[in-house]
C-alpha cells in the first residue's frame, strides 16, 4: 500500500506528462538551492568565526609586543643592598651575608632551589647583570654566593 493518499495519486496523474516532469525538475532543483545554501552557510558561519579568532590572536599579539617593549617597572630604580635584601627575603630566602664593593654587590643567600632559581630569574629579569655565581647544595636548600652589578645588562 502506497502513503499517498488515492485522491492526490489520481490529482498527480491527470497532469500532463511534461507538467510532472518541470514540476518534478522544479522540486530536485530547489532541494539542490536548499542544499547549497545549507553548505555555504555553515561555511560562512565557520569562516567568521575563524575571522574572530584572527583578530583576538592578532589582538593578543598586539598586546603582548606592547607589554614586551616597555620598560620593566623595576629597571627604572637601582639596586641597592637593602632592595636586593628585600627581594631576597619576599621570595622566602635568608640573607646569610651582603658586601658592597665599587657598585658590586656580593650576596650570600640560602633557601629551597626552586625559590632561589626564580628569584635569580626575577633579578636579572630586572636589568641586574650577575658577574659571579656559586651555587653549593646543603641538605635540602641551597646556597648561592653572587655578586650583582645594578642596570641594565
Do not use: F
Not at 500500500?1 to 530536485?28: C, D, K, N, V
Not at 628585600?86 to 626552586?114: I, S
Not at 635569580?120 to 636548600?141: A, D, K, P, Y
Amino acid at each position: 500500500m502506497s502513503r499517498i493518499p488515492q485522491h492526490l495519486r489520481e490529482h498527480w496523474e491527470r497532469i500532463p506528462y511534461r507538467r510532472r516532469w518541470m514540476l518534478q525538475g522544479a522540486a530536485w532543483a530547489v532541494v539542490l538551492l536548499v542544499l547549497w545554501q545549507w553548505g555555504w552557510l555553515d561555511s560562512r558561519w565557520k569562516l567568521q568565526q575563524a575571522e574572530r579568532s584572527l583578530t583576538d590572536e592578532q589582538m593578543l599579539s598586539r598586546q603582548l609586543h606592547s607589554v614586551m617593549a616597555s620598560p620593566n617597572p623595576g629597571r627604572s630604580q637601582p639596586l641597592s643592598p637593602g632592595r636586593l635584601s628585600e627581594h631576597a627575603q619576599a621570595a622566602g630566602l635568608r640573607v646569610v651575608g651582603m658586601d658592597t664593593h665599587e657598585g658590586r654587590v656580593d650576596v650570600q643567600l640560602e633557601g629551597q632551589p626552586d625559590a632561589l632559581l626564580h628569584w635569580l630569574h626575577e633579578v636579572e629579569r630586572e636589568g641586574t647583570q650577575v658577574g659571579q655565581l656559586q651555587l653549593q647544595r646543603s641538605g635540602n636548600l641551597l646556597q648561592v654566593r653572587l655578586g650583582v652589578v645594578p642596570g641594565p645588562s
